[in-house]
């Protein structure tokens, strides 16, 4: 009767997470371009409707500058884009937390020689609404959806999830000595991101029942790494670092109900690539570039008036500055096993603000949550 289940548990999770992968749409695509302070805008520009990332567009089109919203000898160089590095650090703060090491287990390993293949959802709550930075930067830093009439993304996301899915497929292969490593792999709902990872862990107490030892619960240690795949503008990695209690309590003779506690530090690795901050401008066509100096600056043979190098788009592409985030949080869930089957649950949730650590980045926004399922096979 095992091969069945086993074989029906499998086609399960391989049938949901491939179901899930195929409803993804990009409406959470992460777009930092849009995540930009403005600069000191000459008289009249706001008023007019120009903004920092429209005066290119502007000076592209009529290659000259209206003398009306300029001062004498100003150029776009004078007003470049400027990267908003703490809505940027908000951002990646809660999209970190959302890919973390989720720890989903109990203490206990599963044992020498043991395996387990396990599909888990879980869904993290984000401060969809919040502002840091001056501006709502889930709103300015996802995608949203596209317009019907003309296929396009508009310029921010009026209603960001609040809840980031991850769907994942993990394999755990327990070692001697009490050491257990696990393989992730899995996608962020509602986008065209990846993650992956890998976990080790160490049983330091585990599977006594009898005598003086009987009476603890099982205890290990634990670390993980996961990494945002698919995202060419930035790099995302968080690192867990865990540690777990769990006691199994039998009921019946082929069922095992396990509770467990557990605290993880999560720490997480945000880095920019170089993001082009008015990406509706082709800097090169609005310069006519002729190839770079013997210096590396642009040659342009559009120039504006004066005879000034209409080379200011360039500098629009910068990269925001790296962040380096530190959280705590705690973990309550249970496991039931019948045979070779198990389900699981598991919530976890921010032990202190996320700012507590964090206020040297700006780091703002409520405490954040994560609820974790899971359905798998062990054998």
Request: charged share 15%.
């Amino acid at each position: 009767m095992r091969r069945p289940k086993v074989a029906l548990a499998i086609a399960s999770s391989v049938a949901l997470f491939v179901a899930a992968r195929g409803a993804s749409a990009a409406d959470m695509d992460i777009t930092p371009e849009r995540l930009f302070q403005q600069p000191n805008l000459p008289p009249g520009a706001a008023a007019a409707g120009w903004d920092c990332q429209g005066i290119p567009r502007m000076v592209s089109a009529t290659q000259g500058l209206p003398a009306f919203l300029f001062p004498a000898n100003a150029t776009p160089n004078n007003y470049p884009c400027m990267p908003d590095n703490i809505a940027w650090a908000n951002l990646m703060s809660e999209l970190g937390m959302a890919i973390a090491p989720t720890a989903f287990h109990p203490a206990r390993t599963t044992g020498f020689g043991g395996f387990t293949l396990a599909f888990e959802a879980s869904f993290t709550h984000i401060n969809a609404d919040a502002v840091a930075g001056g501006i709502q930067y889930w709103h300015a830093g996802t995608r949203g959806p596209t317009d019907p009439n003309t296929g396009s993304y508009g310029p921010s996301n009026g209603s960001p999830d609040s809840l980031l899915q991850v769907y994942s497929l993990k394999a755990r292969k327990g070692l001697p000595f009490g050491f257990e490593v696990t393989g992730v792999l899995g996608y962020v709902g509602n986008t065209s991101m990846w993650v992956g990872g890998a976990d080790v862990r160490w049983a330091l107490l585990e599977g006594y029942r009898t005598g003086i030892l009987g009476y603890f619960p099982d205890i290990s240690i634990g670390s993980g790494v996961r990494t945002l795949l698919g995202a060419s503008t930035f790099y995302l990695t968080t690192v867990g670092i865990d540690g777990q209690v769990s006691k199994p309590l039998t009921l019946g003779d082929s069922a095992v109900l396990t509770p467990f506690l557990g605290a993880q530090r999560i720490i997480i690795f945000a880095d920019s690539a170089a993001v082009d901050l008015t990406p509706g401008v082709d800097a090169y066509q609005q310069c006519g570039w002729q190839g770079n100096d013997a210096h590396g600056a642009p040659i342009c043979k559009n120039t504006l008036p004066g005879g000034v190098p209409n080379d200011g788009d360039f500098n629009n592409t910068t990269t925001f500055a790296r962040a380096r985030i530190h959280r705590w949080r705690g973990m309550a869930g249970l496991d039931y096993r019948y045979e070779v089957l198990h389900l699981a649950g598991q919530f976890a949730m921010d032990l202190t603000e996320p700012g507590a650590e964090n206020t040297n980045l700006g780091i703002s926004g409520a405490r954040q949550w994560t609820v974790s399922l899971e359905a798998g096979v062990s054998f």
